[in-house]
T-cell receptor, first 112, second 114 residues
Framework: GESVGLHLPTLSVQEGDNSIINCAYS??????FIWYKQESGKGPQFIIDIRSNMDKRQGQRVTVLLNKTVKHLSLQIAATQPGDSAVYFCAENKDTGNQFYFGTGTSLTVIP | DAGVIQSPRHEVTEMGQEVTLRCKPI?????LFWYRQTMMRGLELLIYFNNNVPIDDSGMPEDRFSAKMPNASFSTLKIQPSEPRDSAVYFC????????????FGSGTRLTVV
């Protein structure tokens, strides 16, 4: 029979355009968030993080925005390149420990 | 630094057999995490250790799963007996708790139970 799996949101962008990937998190008490990038056949790789006392944080070509009111995170990638094609996950730190819980991910495809 | 090292990269086993997955965290890291990734459930946290002590194993699916960390440089995840629904990619990650929360993941072990 047909297997049922997660319906991974997908995003296709032209090379050079900006990408915006969104994530809704679950726990209003979460105080730390990380975006990870996972390429095919590899483990997730840290991209950028943000704490709940911030609304915005910028890295090299990436910006993370945090809206605590609606429990929403976004990752903006400037001048998207083919090497940015991957699945992107947001992860939240819900508890006082250091374990993170991951969202379902968004698949980004960059069209040359 | 070689990063987090997992072995084997691929494992194919028959239902009912015991499977042992291995992980070597980054030297100096004091936290270690085991995750499972499937299409059905995404990335699930199974168990994590701080300073070799299991802190939270609430994500371990059932008693067939067990994890150990006998020292700071080695951890195992064991499945006995294995079942086809255990087929997944299993990731190990480590971090330096109290300094940096960002994980470093290994390349994963792709387990297929037939």
């Amino acid at each position: 029979g047909e297997s049922v799996g997660l319906h991974l949101p997908t995003l296709s962008v032209q090379e050079g355009d900006n990408s915006i990937i969104n994530c809704a998190y679950s726990n209003s008490a979460s105080d730390y968030f990380i975006w990870y990038k996972q390429e095919s056949g590899k483990g997730p790789q840290f991209i950028i993080d943000i704490r709940s006392n911030m609304d915005k944080r910028q890295g090299q070509r990436v910006t993370v925005l945090l809206n605590k009111t609606v429990k929403h995170l976004s990752l903006q990638i400037a001048a998207t390149q083919p090497g940015d094609s991957a699945v992107y996950f947001c992860a939240e730190n819900k508890d006082t420990g250091n374990q993170f819980y991951f969202g379902t991910g968004t698949s980004l495809t960059v069209i040359p | 630094d070689a990063g987090v090292i997992q072995s084997p990269r691929h494992e194919v086993t028959e239902m009912g057999q015991e499977v042992t997955l291995r992980c070597k965290p980054i030297s100096g890291h004091n936290s270690l995490f085991w995750y499972r990734q499937t299409m059905m459930r995404g990335l699930e946290l199974l168990i994590y250790f701080n300073n070799n002590v299991p802190i939270d194993d609430s994500g371990m699916p059932e008693d067939r799963f067990s994890a150990k960390m006998p020292n700071a440089s080695f951890s195992t995840l064991k499945i006995q007996p294995s079942e086809p629904r255990d087929s997944a990619v299993y990731f190990c990650a480590s971090s330096l708790f109290g300094v940096s929360y960002g994980y470093t993941f290994g390349s994963g072990t792709r387990l297929t139970v037939v």
